[in-house]
């Protein structure tokens, strides 16, 4: 029986997807991201106040020791993988949901979180020092193509991993090696000249970048080309995240 519901909705996916915007299903993508949403703030203490005390214990102990300030991207939301493991990722790929819908749900759902945890560091950091902003128009774009960023590589590796130690590969060789080799605490201006080309290949670096120049109006790069990069990252990682679901790797028996 579920089978044979599982291949009705995928015939009515495969012909809605060949018709134009107005047949997107618009309510089940609302529907998906409120799930999300939901499911984040119902446990806040693990996804946004956990993040946001990790991230002010490391503006203590090396922004203000150093007298700067910056911000630490650290956080990133594995999105499937608490599903495939709890066994109910069934029921999120039953709804008759094309890829590009389903991707869009959940990276919706992971920038509101991030969104959320970068307001939470922003308020605890205020009990310790003022912010003041150079550039507002350039905080958002970056702040939500940085969530962004961290969500869809939060999807893919969700959907790659298979338990919980691959999560905590990615995290202790990828992600916190990225953030602390990103110039969150020093410019890269003064690394020798094969870091600071090797720094230069970090997206990381482009993030931390842009949210400095927001805050303080200085940046060690070109604002618009990390922003141009961010943005073709993020696209680059969307299509990869819209084609693994639409082949059900590791998703589909």
């Not at 990828?174 to 230069?200: C, H, R």
């Not at 969307?238 to 998703?251: A, D, E, W």
Request: aromatic content about 14%; overall charge positive; hydrophobic content about 55%.
């Amino acid at each position: 029986m579920q089978k044979n519901k599982t291949i009705s909705n995928n015939k009515f996916i495969s012909e809605r997807s060949k018709v134009g915007i107005n047949t997107v299903n618009w309510i089940g993508v609302y529907t998906l991201f409120k799930r999300e949403v939901m499911r984040f703030l119902k446990i806040y203490l693990q996804t946004i106040l956990g993040p946001a005390l990790t991230t002010l214990l490391f503006l203590i102990i090396f922004a203000m020791a150093l007298g700067r300030s910056s911000k630490l991207v650290q956080d990133i939301p594995f999105l499937e993988l608490s599903a495939k493991v709890a066994g109910n990722i069934t029921d999120l790929l039953l709804p008759p949901l094309t890829a590009i819908e389903f991707a869009s749900a959940f990276l919706a759902g992971a920038v509101c979180r991030g969104l959320f945890v970068g307001v939470s560091v922003s308020l605890l950091v205020l009990f310790f020092v003022p912010l003041k902003i150079y550039s507002p128009l350039v905080l958002i774009y970056f702040s939500v193509l940085s969530c962004s960023f961290m969500g869809l590589l939060g999807i893919i590796s969700g959907i790659w991993a298979s338990k919980f130690d691959h999560i905590a590969a990615i995290t202790n060789f990828i992600v916190t090696p990225l953030s602390l080799l990103s110039g969150t605490f020093y410019s890269i201006t003064i690394l020798p000249e094969n870091f600071y080309i090797i720094s230069q290949l970090n997206p990381f670096f482009y993030m931390i970048d842009g949210f400095r120049f927001s805050m303080i109006g200085y940046a060690d790069s070109n604002i618009y080309v990390g922003g141009a990069i961010l943005l073709i990252l993020n696209i680059v990682l969307y299509c990869i995240t819209i084609l693994m679901l639409k082949s059900g790797f590791k998703l589909k028996a």
